[in-house]
């Protein structure tokens, strides 16, 4: 148990236009969902944090209103990269905890590699 | 915040070796997990481990967390070894996933 998805798996897009990530929780319903970014050759760094129904909470540095989280059911949170470019270039990686059993154990998807043109 | 730490940064292996593999986190922890990341990106957790020991096979890791620090160990490296592993923490008050800066490991045949 515990599989989370993401979809699409890698999207190449043209600067300029936004870009909507999937993240699903298959077989466990989410109490939290979280997005990291992963640059080439580097670690793992926190995006932002979403509870379903409410507002994302966002890491310092990470702008807002460029990446959308939205976390409409207990299943699902999408992130959408909006006007994208070269720079967003990078590989997002979701996650979910178990609703149930606190938030300190999480469950990563597989990924979704951007390139932007 | 919480710095975390993984030596060595590289590390190539003929097929068999063995291997350590260091994190060290600066402040206590309530959560420390060990993490291989495959060459397509997927992470696969490989062991819960705030404190003590666990083993799983040829993988084993240990926790000793008043000292700030915890080892991976791999026994008989195989190809398929090869990848980066990570150590994430989670420090106390927080749910907050802190990744550490990883160990790119190469397991030659």
């Known amino acids: 148990g515990a599989v989370v998805s993401q979809h699409p798996s890698w999207v190449i897009c043209k600067s300029g236009t936004s870009v909507k990530i999937e993240c699903r929780s298959l077989?466990?319903?989410?109490?939290?969902m979280f997005w990291y970014r992963q640059f080439p050759k580097q670690s793992l760094m926190l995006m932002a944090t979403?509870?379903?129904?409410?507002?994302?909470?966002?890491e310092q540095g990470v702008e807002k209103d460029k990446f959308l989280i939205n976390h409409a059911s207990l299943t699902l949170s999408t992130l959408t990269v909006t006007s994208a470019h070269p720079e967003d270039s990078s590989f997002y990686i979701c996650s979910a905890s178990k609703l149930g059993t606190g938030t300190d154990t999480q469950y990563f998807g597989p990924g979704t590699r951007l390139t932007v043109l | 915040g919480i710095q975390v730490e993984q030596s060595p940064p590289d590390l190539i292996l003929q097929e068999g070796a063995n291997s350590t593999l260091r994190c060290n986190f600066s402040?206590?922890?309530?959560?420390l997990q060990w993490f291989h990341q495959n060459p397509w990106g997927q992470l696969i957790n490989l062991f819960y481990i705030p404190s003590g020991t666990k083993q799983n096979g040829r993988l084993s890791a240990t926790t000793v967390a008043t000292e700030r620090y915890s080892l991976l160990y791999i026994s008989s490296s195989q190809t398929t070894d090869s990848g980066v592993y990570f150590c994430?923490?989670?420090?106390?008050?927080?749910?907050?996933?802190?990744f550490g800066t990883g160990t790119r490991l190469k397991v030659l045949a």
């Open positions: 077989d466990f319903q989410a109490t939290t």
């Open positions: 994430a923490v989670v420090t106390s008050g927080t749910y907050k996933y802190i």
């Open positions: 979403s509870n379903e129904g409410s507002k994302a909470t966002y």
């Open positions: 402040d206590s922890v309530n959560n």
